[in-house]
Structure formats: structure tokens, C-alpha cells
């Protein structure tokens, strides 16, 4: 039901934006969130975005440089990455909470119901 596109091979400094398609059912009033797994790694908070789009919150390492928006006519999230480094290689899922109306303060991936398959991002040095 979530589909996250977008990933790719990019070099350091440079940039990608993930989209993070809903089908089936509408996200449009619940919370959504990005997270990343590097290899050998947590699954780690990258940032969350509230039902409106009005509030979001970041890791504080990702603010600055990545960006999370929505599009609720289009049931889409997207996550701006800008300024890549290698350490931002990952695979990144999106996710979203059941929780009608929701705000952004999830940053706990048990807080999430839904998730997509991943995307993968690659940064060289």
C-alpha cells in the first residue's frame, strides 16, 4: 500500500528526491514518516511530516539538508535530499501511523502501522 521510489547511485554533494506513493487506501489524514537502514545497521529516524503538512520533525543530523513534504491530493510523501554524504547510504522506507489527524512527533519506528519496501540510496565519495 506504500510504494517508495526514487533511489539511485549519487555522488557526495549532490541530490534525490524519494517519493512514497499510497495506493489502495488514503494516508491523507495520518502522520507519515522516512526512516533509512544502512547495511549492518538500526533502522533510523529520518523525519516525520503531520496529516496537514503543517508540522514536520527531522533528525537532528538530517535538518538542513533533507526536506519532508506531502501532497495529500496525490497521496504521495516526499523526502528532499540534499548535500548527500556516503554516510547517507541506505535503504529508506516510509511508513504511516494510524492516528487521525495526527502530528509529527513519531519519531519511534514502533510507532508506525504501515510501511513500503524500500528504496535504495547509494552515495559515493
Known amino acids: 500500500q506504500l510504494q517508495a521510489s526514487g533511489g539511485g547511485l549519487v555522488q557526495a554533494g549532490g541530490s534525490l528526491r524519494l517519493s512514497c506513493a499510497a495506493s489502495?487506501?488514503?494516508?491523507?489524514?495520518?502522520?507519515m514518516g522516512w526512516f533509512r537502514q544502512a547495511p549492518g545497521k538500526e533502522r533510523e529516524f529520518v523525519a516525520a511530516i503531520s496529516w496537514s503538512g503543517g508540522s514536520t520533525y527531522y533528525q537532528d543530523s538530517m535538518k538542513g539538508r533533507f526536506t519532508i513534504s506531502r501532497d495529500n491530493a496525490k497521496n504521495t510523501v516526499y523526502l528532499q535530499m540534499n548535500s548527500l554524504k556516503p554516510d547517507d547510504t541506505a535503504v529508506y522506507y516510509c511508513a504511516a501511523r494510524n492516528t487521525y489527524l495526527g502530528g509529527s512527533y513519531y519519531p519511534n519506528q514502533y510507532e508506525y502501522d504501515y510501511w513500503g519496501q524500500g528504496t535504495l540510496v547509494t552515495v559515493s565519495s
Open positions: 489502495g487506501r488514503s494516508f491523507s489524514s495520518w502522520p
